[in-house]
C-alpha cells in the first residue's frame, strides 16, 4: 500500500531564515506531487505541482521554491522567509493519471 | 475561474440528528468532485469521488449526491466521532495545471452526546 511521509510535524522558524520541508512517498512509482498551503480561515491554496522528475509548476507567486530530485522526494524551500509564510503545509500525491489526492499529515509552520 | 463555496461554515448536531453538508462549485469541464475529511492537526482523509451529475457513493453515515451545480454530504444519525471539518474539492478536465484540485473553506461539523 502507498503511504506519504512529511517532516518535520512542527517547525518554528524567525523572520529571514531559510526553510526545507520534505515529502516522501512509498509504495508508488512515477506519482504526481503536490503541495498546498492552508492558512486560518481560508481554503487549502495549491502553491506547486509535479508530473515527473525535474519538472515543477507554480500556482501562486511567492518567495517559495520547490524541487522534486527523485521520483517520490518532494520539497519545498524558502531562502528568507516570511511572517506570511506561516500556515500547514501538506503534501499529496496522486496516479500519473491524477485521479484522486491523497495527502500527507502536513507540517505545522509558524514564523516569528 | 473555477469556484468552490461550501455552506454552512459550522454546524452543530445533536448525536443522531441528521443532516446535509452542500458544497456549490463552478468549473470549466467537471473531471471530478472530492470530499474529504480532516481532524484537527492532520492532513485531509479522501472519503468521495463523484464524476458526474446524478451519482451518488455511500460509506457508513455518509451518502454523497452530485448534481451540475452542487454536491451534498448527506450524515445520516450521525456519532460524535464524525465532528471533524469536511471539504469539498473540484477538479477541472484540463490537464495544464496537473489536475490539481480546487477546495473549499470547509464545513467545521460537531456533534454532540
Known amino acids: 500500500s502507498q503511504t506519504i511521509h512529511q517532516w518535520p510535524a512542527t517547525l518554528v522558524q524567525p523572520v529571514g531564515s531559510p526553510l526545507s520541508l520534505e515529502c516522501t512517498v512509498e509504495?508508488?512509482?512515477?506519482?504526481?506531487l503536490y503541495w498546498y498551503r492552508q492558512a486560518a480561515g481560508r481554503g487549502l491554496q495549491l502553491l506547486f505541482y509535479?508530473?515527473?522528475?525535474?519538472?515543477i509548476s507554480s500556482e501562486v507567486p511567492q518567495n517559495l521554491s520547490a524541487s522534486r530530485p527523485q521520483d517520490r522526494q518532494f520539497i519545498l524551500s524558502s531562502k528568507k522567509l516570511l511572517l506570511s509564510d506561516s500556515g500547514f503545509y501538506l503534501c499529496?500525491?496522486?496516479?500519473?493519471?491524477?485521479?484522486?489526492?491523497?495527502f500527507g499529515p502536513g507540517t505545522r509552520l509558524l514564523v516569528l | 475561474e473555477d469556484q468552490v463555496t461550501q455552506s454552512p461554515e459550522a454546524l452543530r448536531l445533536q448525536e443522531g440528528e441528521s443532516s446535509s453538508l452542500n458544497c456549490s462549485y463552478t468549473?470549466?469541464?467537471?473531471?471530478?468532485l472530492f470530499w474529504y475529511r480532516q481532524d484537527p492537526g492532520k492532513g485531509p482523509e479522501f472519503l468521495f469521488t463523484?464524476?458526474?451529475a446524478g451519482e451518488e457513493k455511500e460509506k457508513e453515515r455518509l451518502k454523497a449526491t452530485l448534481t451540475k451545480k452542487e454536491s451534498f454530504l448527506h450524515i445520516t444519525a450521525p456519532k460524535p466521532e464524525d465532528s471533524a471539518t469536511y471539504l469539498c474539492a473540484v477538479q477541472a478536465s484540463r490537464s495544464n495545471s496537473g489536475y490539481a484540485l480546487n477546495f473549499g473553506k470547509g464545513t467545521s461539523l460537531l456533534v454532540t452526546p
Open positions: 509535479s508530473v515527473g522528475i525535474g519538472q
Open positions: 468549473v470549466s469541464g467537471l473531471r471530478g
Open positions: 509504495g508508488t512509482s512515477n506519482p504526481n
Open positions: 499529496a500525491w496522486s496516479g500519473a493519471g491524477g485521479e484522486t489526492q491523497y
Open positions: 463523484l464524476y458526474s
